[in-house]
C-alpha cells in the first residue's frame, strides 16, 4: 500500500534505494518479500497496527503485508491504494494421511470441483472478504 502521493506503482518501483518499506516483523509474508527486495530499506513493526502507523505518519513510503490487511487500512489513509499485483500469495489447502492416495485424489477433485462450479468464489462472496481471489481450475496459485 502506498500513501496518495506516491510514484510508485509496482514492486520493482518499490525496489530503489531510499525507499523505505514498512512490514511486521517476523510474519509469514516477509519470507516473500525479502526475496525481491535488494536495494529498498526495511522497516520493522510488531503489529500490522504498528506497520500502518509508519507510512501514516510517514515514515515509511510503502506499507507491506497480506493484501487483506492492507485492504482493511487503506481507507484509514485516505488517497491511498494497494497496488495490484502482489508479491505472493497466501494459499489454502487440505492435508490427508501420507501415502493416502485414494483420499488425496478424493480432496483433490473435491477442491477442483467446488472452484470449477463457483462455489468457492459464492462463499468468499458471502463472506464479505475483500482480496481473496479463487485460483484458476487446475493451477494452485
Do not use: C, W
Amino acid at each position: 500500500m502506498v500513501p496518495e502521493t506516491s510514484q510508485i506503482r509496482n514492486l520493482t518501483d518499490a525496489d530503489r534505494p531510499g525507499v523505505r518499506i514498512a512490514a511486521v516483523r517476523n510474519h509469514g509474508s516477509m519470507n516473500e518479500l525479502l526475496r525481491h527486495i535488494k536495494q529498498a530499506q526495511l522497516i520493522y513493526a510488531e503489529t500490522p497496527e504498528s506497520t500502518f502507523d509508519l507510512i501514516r505518519t510517514g515514515q515509511a513510503d510503502v506499507m507491506a503485508s497480506t493484501r487483506l490487511n492492507l485492504l482493511g487500512f487503506s481507507p484509514k489513509l485516505p488517497g491511498s491504494h494497494v497496488l495490484q499485483k502482489p508479491y505472493g500469495a497466501n494459499i489454502n489447502g487440505i492435508v490427508v494421511p501420507k501415502g493416502d492416495v485414494g483420499r488425496l485424489a478424493h480432496a483433490n477433485d473435491f477442491v477442483e470441483e467446488a472452484k470449477a462450479s463457483g462455489a468457492v468464489q459464492k462463499f468468499i462472496q458471502r463472506g464479505g472478504t475483500p482480496g481473496v481471489t479463487v485460483a484458476a481450475p487446475g493451477e494452485a496459485e
